[in-house]
């Protein structure tokens, strides 16, 4: 059965702690993407990788971490650097080539620091 | 990035069409048009995506003009469970968007 998924599905946090986040794809697709989604808001793009071994940023990127050292996984780090973590966290996945656009999205993870 | 501006909401009742018009005035060469519904505490979901013209598939149907500085989503016969918000997304080919707040879509009895 193929997708994405996510863990965990619910994450506390006290402030100062690093937290990772589990992405995984067993799609076979190349690119994979990091968004935030705070209440009421569209998402916001964190980190992108189009192939192993190599990821960029996005429009938020201040405060997180990636790597990209498997295809079918794609962590990300929400450092204590990050101000305001509390927010649903997406990881996506595509094929690649022309089909980047279509992103296929896990459950998220909804984490909130205490 | 282009950026897209669509309703804040839509109301609808079953069974009637529902088309949401996203403008995207800047819209470059390379980018592509995509659709998302996104219901509360899930992930996005992919629609549809086209480039110029009319594409449609089992689930709904997008609009664009000959000058893509806008698009219309088509959703037939609605239901209750298209009860959600949608996104416009314009982007090059290399899947990096910029999501707005969406349209959200209230479908009743």
């Known amino acids: 059965d193929g997708g994405i998924t996510q863990s965990p599905k619910y994450l506390f946090r006290k402030e100062g702690q690093n937290v990772t986040l589990s992405c995984e794809q067993n799609l076979n697709h190349d690119a994979m993407y990091w968004y935030r989604q705070d209440p009421g808001q569209g998402l916001r793009l964190i980190y992108y990788s189009q192939i192993v071994n190599d990821f960029q940023k996005g429009d938020i990127a201040e405060g997180y971490s990636v790597s990209r050292e498997k295809k079918e996984s794609f962590p990300l780090t929400v450092t204590s650097a990050q101000k305001n973590p509390t927010a649903f966290y997406l990881c996506?996945?595509?094929?690649?080539?022309?089909?980047?656009?279509?992103?296929?999205f896990g459950p998220g993870t909804r984490l909130t620091v205490l | 990035l282009a950026k897209t501006t669509q309703p804040i909401s839509m109301d609808s009742y079953e069974g009637q069409e529902v088309n949401i018009t996203c403008s995207h005035n800047n819209i470059a060469t390379n980018d592509y048009i995509t659709w998302y519904q996104q219901f509360p505490s899930q992930g996005p979901r992919f629609i549809i995506q086209?480039?110029?013209t009319k594409v449609t598939n089992e689930v709904a149907s997008l609009f664009i003009p000959a000058d893509r500085k806008s698009s219309t989503l088509s959703l037939p016969r609605v239901s209750l469970s298209d009860t959600a918000v949608y996104y416009c997304?314009?982007?090059?080919?290399?899947?990096?968007?910029?999501f707005g707040a969406g349209t959200q879509v209230v479908v009743t009895p």
């Open positions: 086209g480039y110029k």
């Open positions: 996506a996945s595509s094929i690649g080539g022309p089909r980047y656009n279509e992103q296929f």
């Open positions: 997304l314009v982007g090059d080919s290399w899947g990096k968007f910029q």
